[in-house]
């Protein structure tokens, strides 16, 4: 039985050489079963050219395993694991055991059921990854940061790495976000008006834990990032879902009685319409008569490329009801969790008190590497090679659904990275998605964006960020040959 090459593919956040990944991936596959006795693997040539590395690579890496008696060799016939090799280790089975606890009455707050999807983690694998919000490692800037974070664990930084700031966070990330990357949005803030958070997701939930309760309304957009409205589930607050038109948020739509409106001004998340200056004052006067508060994710602001990006609704507050909410995650990569909460003094006490009872604060090593890596440059420089590739990408996508009359429903005036797409009305794109997934294209469903019961089934989201530039005309190709 010949293994299907498809089984294969590299890791991003995997150590080591291109012939070490490729050993080790085979090595475990051997280890954990997964690949038995007298199984054949691909040829030398085909896994090259599936991985996207050079045929001498795999050569040299099998030569290796043939050599430890992974793999033995079948002269013209080919590669297979080898009657020798290592029996994955067996475990008997734990008992089974039946709780005498009834969890349904235990557990006083739940956490689950919500609406946010849960995305592969093995995205990598996909020939045709539209997905949205992952790095490209083609993209990354590996070496700078790796040197930074070497720098950051170096003697100089010994405290910076080791200590503990309780409720703190790294002076030197902290100064570089108040005069380097809020200026550039028009918006001014002192350091005790700043909090490091895990991630733009983290900061919303600190923000909802602090601003809203069971009394209170919450005004969210529809659709909306919907790991945002499960997080206002949980805090259950009273939820007033407005519908979004081309130019987001319309401020008379919403409820008199709203206390805190969240809003994504510049990007709207998912449609991509971007709030015009005169809707922007006129939501501040909307709050301003409702003494609302306001709650900006200024999500992807760094990815205005065909543009200079509109200023941020919070540098036209002038009454310190906005609350702004940044990111390095989309910028820099995800795993990083590094996003970043600006407000009035009171308010940030709030949340760094909260943030404290729960994490303290994010690693000190991660914010001082973040640190040197923009304070050395190598930030900018980065967001200006991504700029340069999704113009390419984006260009090469917007022909590619012209020509096979797909229909986009919202696409970025400044820049992003995805299109948010709408298919004919009878499609339900999840179940498009599954059909998809056999043909190895990754879409995103719009369903979860959407609240109520009865939510449109025919939306979806392309994104360029993550897929090679000469995959994506294929890809759109299968996804209009599967609508039709």
């Known amino acids: 039985m010949a293994i299907p090459v498809e089984t294969f593919f590299l890791s991003a956040p995997s150590q080591g050489t291109l012939q070490a990944r490729i050993q080790q991936m085979v090595a475990e596959g051997i280890l954990s079963g997964r690949f038995r006795r007298g199984e054949k693997l691909p040829s030398t040539r085909g896994l090259a050219t599936h991985l996207g590395v050079s045929r001498i690579t795999v050569t040299l890496a099998y030569t290796e395993l043939l050599a430890n008696d992974y793999l033995s060799s079948r002269g013209r016939s080919g590669y297979y694991v080898s009657d020798n090799a290592p029996e994955p280790p067996r475990f008997a089975q734990p008992p089974q055991r039946k709780d005498s606890v009834d969890w349904s009455r235990a557990i006083a707050t739940r956490f689950t059921g919500g609406a946010t999807p849960v995305k592969p983690q093995d995205w990598a694998r996909y020939r045709y990854p539209f997905i949205y919000g992952q790095t490209d490692p083609a993209l990354f800037d590996h070496a700078n940061w790796r040197l930074c974070a070497m720098q950051a ?33 028009g918006i001014s803030a002192a350091p005790s008006e700043i909090l490091i958070t895990l991630g733009a997701q983290n900061a919303l939930w600190l923000t909802t834990q602090v601003l809203l309760n069971q009394r209170r309304l919450a005004a969210v957009e529809n659709p909306c990032y919907h790991a945002l409205r499960d997080i206002l589930g949980q805090s259950r607050c009273r939820l007033a879902p407005i519908d979004v038109d081309q130019d987001g948020l319309p401020p008379d739509a919403l409820p008199d009685d709203t206390d805190v409106i969240f809003t994504t001004p510049s990007h709207q998340c998912p449609t991509s319409g971007t709030m015009p200056l005169a809707r922007r004052n006129a939501l501040l006067d909307r709050a301003r008569a409702l003494d609302a508060l306001i709650v900006e994710d200024d999500y992807e602001f760094e990815m205005s490329y065909l543009q200079p990006p509109m200023p941020a609704l919070k540098s036209l507050d002038q009454d310190g009801r906005v609350i702004y909410v940044g990111s390095f995650s989309k910028s820099l990569f995800p795993g990083l969790r590094l996003g970043y909460l600006v407000g009035s003094a009171d308010f940030i006490a709030e949340a760094r008190a909260l943030r404290a009872s729960v994490l303290r604060h994010p690693p000190g090593h991660i914010q001082r590497t973040a640190a040197h890596f923009l304070r050395l440059g190598h930030y900018d420089a980065l967001i200006r090679r991504s700029a340069r590739a999704l113009t390419e990408r984006r260009q090469v996508m917007e022909t590619a659904i012209a020509q096979h009359g797909l229909t986009i429903a919202g696409r970025g005036a400044y820049g992003g990275s995805s299109f948010w797409m709408q298919a004919p009305p009878h499609v339900d794109t999840t179940e498009l998605a599954g059909r998809l997934d056999a043909q190895e294209v990754l879409i995103e469903p719009g369903a979860p964006f959407f609240s109520g019961t009865e939510v449109p089934r025919n939306f979806y989201r392309l994104a360029y960020s993550s897929i090679p530039l000469n995959r994506i005309a294929d890809g759109i190709a299968l996804i209009a040959a599967a609508l039709r």
Request: zero cysteines.
């Open 153 to 185: 664990l170096g003697a100089k930084d010994f405290s910076a790495l080791t200590r503990d700031y309780y409720d703190q966070d790294d002076p030197d990330l902290v100064a570089f976000i108040a005069r380097h990357t809020l200026p550039r949005r």
